[in-house]
C-alpha cells in the first residue's frame, strides 16, 4: 500500500516571501507524483507532475518541485509568494505499471499575508 | 475551466432522504472517479468507473452506488441520508485508468443534511 504526509497542516507567509510545502511519500514500486491546488468553492486543478526524468519539475503559477527518491519527498516550492497563491494544497501518489488510484495527503493550507 | 461539470452544486435534504449527483467528464475522458471532502476526513476516494464499467471500489458505504451511462456521463447516488454524509462530493475524470494520467476535477457537489 502506498501512503502520503504532508507535513503541515497549515503554512502562514507573507506576501513575496518563499514558500515550501512538505510531501513524503511510502511506496514498495515506483511512483508517480501529482501537486494540486484547490481554490475556496473549485475543485483541485493540476499545479505540476512528476512522471520520470529530471527531479526538478516546474509547473503553473511559478511553482517548482522537486522528486527526491532517497528521501521519499515531493516538497512543492515557489520563490514569492502572492496573495492570491492563498489556497489548499495537494500531494497525491500513484504507481506505475496499470491501473491505480491515487492516494491524495491531507492537504496544506498556505495562507499568504499582506 | 476543467472542463468536468458537476450539477447540483448544492443541496439539501433531510436525513433518510435520497439524492442524486451528476457528471459529465471532460470529453475524451473515459475514466471517471468519485471523490468525498471532508473537513475530519480529507479526500476520500468513493468509486472508479472506466468506459462504463467498475473498476475500483474505496471507501464507498453500501447505501452508495454510482453507475456510468454510454454517454460516459456519471451519477452517484446517496440512499438513507445522515448527518455524517454532509460533505463536497467531487467527481474527476482522466484520459485512461493509468497512474500517470492526473486528473481533472468538477467544482463539486456541497450536500447538506439537516
Known amino acids: 500500500a502506498q501512503s502520503v504526509t504532508q507535513l503541515d497542516s497549515q503554512v502562514p507567509v507573507f506576501e513575496e516571501a518563499p514558500v515550501e510545502l512538505r510531501c513524503n511519500y511510502s511506496s514498495s514500486v515506483s511512483v508517480y507524483l501529482f501537486w494540486y491546488v484547490q481554490y475556496p468553492n473549485q475543485g483541485l486543478q493540476l499545479l505540476l507532475k512528476y512522471l520520470s526524468g529530471s527531479t526538478l519539475v516546474k509547473g503553473i503559477n511559478g511553482f517548482e518541485a522537486e522528486f527526491n527518491k532517497s528521501q521519499t519527498s515531493f516538497h512543492l516550492r515557489k520563490p514569492s509568494v502572492h496573495i492570491s497563491d492563498t489556497a489548499e494544497y495537494f500531494c497525491a501518489v500513484s504507481h506505475s505499471g496499470g491501473s491505480y488510484i491515487p492516494t491524495f495527503g491531507r492537504g496544506t493550507s498556505l495562507i499568504v499575508h499582506p | 475551466d476543467s472542463g468536468v461539470t458537476q450539477t447540483p452544486k448544492h443541496l439539501i435534504t433531510a436525513t433518510g432522504q435520497r439524492v442524486t449527483l451528476r457528471c459529465s467528464p471532460r470529453s475524451g475522458d473515459l475514466s471517471v472517479y468519485w471523490y468525498q471532502q471532508s473537513l475530519d476526513q480529507g479526500l476520500q476516494f468513493l468509486i472508479q468507473?472506466?468506459?462504463?464499467?467498475?473498476?475500483a471500489k474505496g471507501n464507498i458505504l453500501e447505501r452508495f452506488s454510482a453507475q456510468q451511462f454510454p454517454d460516459l456521463h456519471s451519477e452517484l447516488n446517496l440512499s438513507s441520508l445522515e448527518l455524517g454524509d454532509s460533505a463536497l462530493y467531487f467527481c474527476?475524470?482522466?484520459?485512461?485508468?493509468?497512474?500517470?494520467?492526473?486528473?481533472?476535477f468538477g467544482d463539486g457537489t456541497r450536500l447538506s443534511i439537516l
Open positions: 474527476a475524470s482522466s484520459a485512461s485508468s493509468l497512474g500517470n494520467q492526473p486528473q481533472h
Open positions: 468507473y472506466y468506459n462504463g464499467e467498475e473498476r
